[in-house]
């Protein structure tokens, strides 16, 4: 059949059924265990927004964050929850296509959704619009593998991932126009990234960049790393930097608030902090192509990147004065900022 126009760009029931047939079912578990790791989860998603509000001072927020729906969930779930974001988010913004290049679309996003379904411990989603204010998802069967694998504390452990994730829902909540915020800027990158004209360059510089991933070339946080660099316009770059400047931004401040909760709510915190350095860091070959190829790498570097600016902030003008960020898109920190938090503290505080 010839590919003809009209269709969605992206085939979203095919992506949800390929990802679902390829997610990994996770470990084996005894019925009562399940259940058990699920009420800890849910626990820990409760308690954990009084926390993250003791520690940074954005009470309020936190507040409306325990009000916000946690889903405990497998990974297929996941999969088919981060393909209703990315459709509510992205949907109205990509071109139609053939219903050839749709079906390979969602066959292609199916596939890396499974991959990456194996990885994720938890996400919080403020785009889908159904969802109101946000939602948490927790992946319980990669909660109690990394549990298991690393032997952590499992109370323990639980509630330091719900830190991390209910943090974001704390910043959301003190920042309601941050999702609007964020839409803007990734639609007007994936409009301009949707568009064909350029597509043979962008598969050429693709294809060039691949020994730069494989050798080791350096990841900023935000920059993307030398993939998405090779595909990007001048335009496009600049405006995944905001993007990436913001995400590193809340990534690296989850990552701080999880550790400053202190050892009198997380008794293994240093334990679980250091086994989960080793764990991110990786070791064998396959590992290190799959997180670059997959993007992990950029991952790590916001994590790490925006955890050393949230803590150049604090150490001068404390929790705060950072909190200046949630107040309006012009206090959010620029990419150049972002390894320099005294030029941030400089432009917003004087």
């Known amino acids: 059949m010839a590919d003809g126009a009209g269709a969605a760009a992206i085939d979203w029931d095919l992506a949800r059924r390929r990802a679902a047939a390829l997610s990994p079912a ?35 927020a936190a507040e409306l964050a325990e009000a916000l729906p946690t889903y405990v969930i497998d990974r297929a779930r996941w999969a088919e929850a981060n393909l209703e974001m990315f459709a509510d988010l992205l949907g109205d913004e990509l071109p139609e296509v053939g219903p050839i290049s749709a079906r390979f679309a969602g066959e292609e996003l199916g596939v890396l959704l499974s991959l990456l379904a194996s990885r994720v411990l938890g996400q919080f989603d403020p785009f889908t619009a159904s969802t109101g204010g946000g939602r948490l998802l927790v992946v319980a069967p990669n909660v109690l593998h990394v549990q298991r694998e690393l032997r952590l504390d499992a109370a323990d452990f639980h509630l330091w991932v719900c830190l991390h994730e209910q943090t974001h829902a704390v910043q959301f909540s003190a920042a309601p126009w941050l999702p609007g915020h964020l839409r803007e800027h990734m639609s007007a990158l994936a409009t301009s990234m949707s568009d064909t004209a350029g597509a043979g360059r962008r598969l050429s510089s693709l294809l060039r960049s691949l020994p730069r991933v494989l050798e080791g070339a350096p990841i900023d946080a935000t920059s993307g790393g030398p993939l998405m660099s090779a595909v990007l316009t001048a335009d496009e770059q600049a405006q995944l930097e905001r993007v990436l400047a913001v995400m590193a931004l809340l990534e690296g401040h989850a990552d701080v608030v999880m550790d400053e909760a202190g050892p009198s709510v997380v008794p293994t915190v240093a334990k679980i902090r250091r086994a989960f350095e080793r764990r991110r860091d990786g070791t064998g070959v396959a590992d290190m192509l799959m997180r670059r190829l997959l993007g992990m790498d950029a991952k790590l570097a916001q994590y790490r990147q925006g955890a050393a600016f949230v803590r150049g902030v604090t150490a001068t003008v404390g929790h705060a004065g950072l909190n200046a960020v949630w107040s309006g898109p012009e206090q959010l920190p620029l990419a150049t900022e972002i390894t320099d938090p005294a030029a941030w503290v400089r432009r917003v505080h004087g």
């Open 26 to 60: 996770g470990p084996v578990v005894e019925r009562a265990e399940a259940s058990a790791v699920v009420a800890s989860l849910r626990a820990a998603a409760a308690r954990a927004p009084g926390y993250v509000g003791d520690v940074t001072g954005l009470h309020e």
